[in-house]
C-alpha cells in the first residue's frame, strides 16, 4: 500500500522569508501524481500545486515551488515571500494513475510569524 | 459561481441515529468523494463514485452509506453502525478522469452526543 509521511508536524517562518515543507512517499508505481493542498482555519482544503511524476520539471504556482525527486520519492513545498495568509496545515496527497484514490499525509501545521 | 456546497456546517446527533450529510456541485464533475477527517491525521476515503449510480467503497466504508442518484449529488448517511461518527467530512468532486485533481467542499463538523 502506498504511504505519505510528512516528518514535520509543525513548522514557522517569520513573513517574507522561504520555508520548506517535507513529504516522502512509498510507492512501487512508476506513474502517479503528487500533491500539496491547504487547509486554513475555514478547514476547506484547498489545491496549491500539482506534478505529474513523468515530468522532470518541478511545478510551480507563483509562490509556490516543488522539489520533486523521484528517486528519493522526495516532494517538498517550497514557500516563498511567506505572508500572514499562509498559515495552515499544508497536506502532501499521492495518487496512483488510474486511481481516483488519493492518499494523504497526515500535515504540517505553518505558521507566519509578523 | 461553480463550487461544492455542503451542508450543514455543523451537525449534532444523539447516539443510535442516522444522519445525512448533503453535498452538491455545480461543477459539472462524473467524479465525486467523501472524506473523513480526525484531529492529528490526514484524509481517509469513505466512498467516492464514479459516475452516476454507480458508487465504491473506499478505506472506511464501514457504518455508511451513499447514494448517487443525480450527477450533482452525493449524499453521506452516517449509521448507527458507525462506532465513532465525531469528526470533520469533507466532500470533492473531480472531473472523472482516473487521477484528477480533486476539489474540496467547506466541509461539515458532525458531532454525536
Known amino acids: 500500500a502506498q504511504t505519505v509521511t510528512q516528518s514535520q508536524p509543525e513548522m514557522s517562518v517569520q513573513e517574507a522569508e522561504t520555508v520548506t515543507l517535507s513529504c516522502t512517499y512509498d510507492?512501487?508505481?512508476?506513474?502517479?501524481?503528487l500533491f500539496w493542498y491547504k487547509q486554513p482555519p475555514s478547514r476547506q482544503m484547498i489545491l496549491v500545486i500539482r506534478?505529474?511524476?513523468?515530468?522532470?520539471q518541478n511545478a510551480t504556482e507563483n509562490r509556490f515551488s516543488v522539489n520533486f525527486q523521484k528517486a528519493a520519492k522526495s516532494f517538498s513545498l517550497k514557500i516563498s515571500d511567506s505572508q500572514l495568509g499562509d498559515a495552515a496545515m499544508y497536506f502532501c496527497?499521492?495518487?496512483?494513475?488510474?486511481?481516483?484514490?488519493?492518499?494523504f499525509g497526515k500535515g504540517t501545521k505553518l505558521s507566519v510569524i509578523p | 459561481d461553480g463550487g461544492i456546497t455542503q451542508s450543514p456546517k455543523y451537525l449534532f446527533r444523539k447516539e443510535g441515529q442516522n444522519v445525512t450529510l448533503s453535498c452538491e456541485q455545480n461543477?459539472?464533475?462524473?467524479?465525486m468523494y467523501w472524506y473523513r477527517q480526525d484531529p492529528g491525521q490526514g484524509l481517509r476515503l469513505i466512498y467516492y463514485?464514479?459516475?452516476?449510480?454507480?458508487?465504491q467503497k473506499g478505506d472506511i466504508a464501514e457504518g455508511y452509506s451513499v447514494s448517487r442518484e443525480k450527477k450533482e449529488s452525493f449524499p453521506l448517511t452516517v449509521t448507527s453502525a458507525q462506532k465513532n461518527p465525531t469528526a470533520f467530512y469533507l466532500c470533492?468532486?473531480?472531473?472523472?478522469?482516473?487521477?484528477?485533481?480533486?476539489?474540496f467542499g467547506p466541509g461539515t463538523r458532525l458531532t454525536v452526543l
Open positions: 496527497a499521492y495518487i496512483r494513475a488510474g486511481s481516483y484514490q488519493l492518499t
Open positions: 510507492t512501487s508505481e512508476s506513474d502517479y501524481y
Open positions: 470533492a468532486s473531480s472531473v472523472g478522469l482516473v487521477a484528477d485533481t480533486q476539489y
Open positions: 506534478q505529474e511524476a513523468y515530468k522532470q
Open positions: 461543477l459539472n464533475h462524473d467524479a
Open positions: 463514485s464514479q459516475i452516476v449510480n454507480d458508487f
